[in-house]
């Protein structure tokens, strides 16, 4: 039985219901859509399987830029992972040379969050706060599961600044069929913790550098989920141990 402290508050229930499709991915559904039914109005069954693939395509594509509804824990102190994934890195590294001068030299913990193709590739922001800095780079488009990817690919750093003075940064890297990654924040917006900042195209990786003491939460083969899985909790360093089973 659920515990109630307000006598007067009401009980809720959440439904599930099917995501949205993001703008950005509309236009590519409604092409893909668009040749199935040519391909199935014309008169021939090779025609006519190119059109049911196609509608398979088309399906496929609406689930890729699919934008579901996430809650964000409000406690300052979380840091949330921006990407959906699986956690194939955690590593102790300096901070890549375009974040240095907001983040500073020494040592960060990077976690990186891996996205297939069938992941959603909506990114968020780890914490509320202030972006500080954006800087595109341009690249190669190496398996984003490697490490030299963090170096070598097209990518895109963030620096956002809580309310309390510590900056988070994280970076979307493109992958192999990843070309084109997309930002829908600003240099000195104020974004809620767990806001939607961008997103990558077709599988990728999103790395977050942690500040000195804190540490991840999280282990390596773990999944995470953008805006609600808590990758860790700010001046903590849990020194998780795991195993894969």
Not at 128 to 144: C, E, M, W
Not at 152 to 176: M, P, S, Y
Not at 198 to 203: A, E, K
Request: overall charge neutral; glycine content about 12%; aromatic content about 8%.
């Amino acid at each position: 039985m659920a515990h109630i402290d307000n006598p007067d508050s009401q009980l809720t229930a959440v439904k599930w219901r099917f995501p949205s499709v993001h703008p950005e991915g509309r236009k590519f559904a409604v092409i893909s859509g668009a040749i199935a039914f040519f391909l199935l109005i014309l008169d021939g069954g090779f025609t006519e399987l190119l059109g049911w693939l196609m509608v398979g395509v088309t399906v496929w594509v609406a689930a890729f830029f699919r934008d579901p509804i996430r809650t964000t824990p409000s406690d300052p102190k979380l840091i949330v992972s921006p990407a959906d994934g699986l956690v194939t890195m955690i590593a102790r590294v300096p901070a890549p040379p375009e974040l240095r001068g907001e983040l500073g030299e020494g040592e960060f913990t990077r976690v990186s969050v891996f996205m297939s193709v069938f992941d959603v590739h909506i990114n968020r922001t780890p914490i509320a706060g202030v972006i500080r800095r954006i800087a595109y780079v341009p690249g190669k488009f190496l398996n984003a599961d490697l490490d030299k990817a963090s170096e070598d690919n097209e990518r895109q750093h963030f620096v956002v600044e809580g309310d309390g003075g510590v900056k988070i940064g994280f970076t979307q890297i493109a992958g192999l069929v990843a070309r084109r990654i997309l930002s829908f924040v600003k240099e000195g917006q104020r974004v809620s913790n767990g806001e939607r900042i961008g997103l990558i195209r077709f599988g990728s990786r999103v790395d977050v550098y942690l500040p000195a003491g804190t540490g991840s939460r999280l282990l390596l083969g773990q999944r995470a989920i953008a805006g609600e899985t808590i990758i860790a909790v700010l001046g903590e360093d849990p020194l998780l141990n795991g195993t894969s089973q």
